[in-house]
């Protein structure tokens, strides 16, 4: 089992920047895949960003080019770097963990979900 703690959320300007963190406890991530998605009141969970095992990234259209995600395999900690924030960036963040290696887009692929953190951007 992955126990996962999304941390970082809050309340920003438009233009701002906050970093999210997903540290995770149970198991250790460097085999996993992590991605974080995203859900607006009212809307689906969808896909945000996402980093292989070996460290591969991939982005949804939406934030690339602002956010940027990495891992410390060392802290066990996901990051998720958003910058150039923007209104219609505000929702509740969360952080998950594959075991698989392909489609990590696809919300079915990951097994383990954290809480959620709440992203609240300001015009």
């Known amino acids: 089992q992955v126990q996962l703690v999304e941390s970082g959320g809050g309340l920003v300007q438009a233009g701002g920047s906050l970093r999210l963190s997903c540290a995770a406890s149970?198991?250790?991530?460097?085999?996993?895949?992590m991605g974080w998605f995203r859900q607006a009141p009212g809307k689906e969970r969808l896909f945000v960003a996402a980093?292989?095992?070996?460290?591969?990234?991939y982005y949804s259209d939406s934030v690339k080019g602002r956010f940027t995600i990495s891992r410390d395999n060392a802290k066990n900690t996901v990051y998720l770097q958003m910058n150039t924030l923007k209104p219609e960036d505000t929702a509740v963040y969360y952080c998950?963990?594959?075991?698989?290696?392909?489609?990590?887009?696809?919300?079915?692929?990951?097994?383990?979900w954290g809480q959620g953190t709440q992203v609240t951007v300001s015009s």
């Open positions: 149970g198991r250790t991530l460097s085999s996993y895949a």
């Open positions: 998950a963990a594959s075991s698989e290696l392909y489609r990590l887009g696809d919300i079915s692929t990951y097994a383990y």
């Open positions: 980093i292989s095992s070996s460290g591969g990234t």
